[in-house]
């Protein structure tokens, strides 16, 4: 009660970043996503590997795409 937390200019740079390169990294509905997974492990509808291995495919694509110098230089160009 009345504790929160106050984000750092590093913070709040990273997400102003992460949101121009790839607005999803950044959402509500990434994380709920993994957390609903995460559920889903609880309950045995699926298993630890295949969410982590889907997770990770997922950011890997995701990744990729950030590390293509051409896309690279086109996203970080403006934050210049």
Known sequence: TGRYMVPTALGI???KG???CD?????PKLRAG????VVQIA????SKA???????QTFAL???ALADPPQFER?????S
């Not at 607005?23 to 959402?27: I, K, R």
């Not at 993994?34 to 997974?37: F, P, T």
């Not at 309950?43 to 699926?46: L, M, S």
């Not at 996203?75 to 934050?79: D, E, K, Y």
């Open 13 to 15: 740079a990273l997400i």
């Open 18 to 20: 992460l949101r121009h």
């Open 23 to 27: 607005p999803s990294l950044v959402e």
């Open 34 to 37: 993994m957390e609903a997974q």
């Open 43 to 46: 309950q045995g509808e699926r």
């Open 50 to 56: 295949e969410v982590l291995s889907q997770n990770l």
């Open 62 to 64: 995701k990744f990729a």
């Open 75 to 79: 996203v970080m160009r403006p934050l």
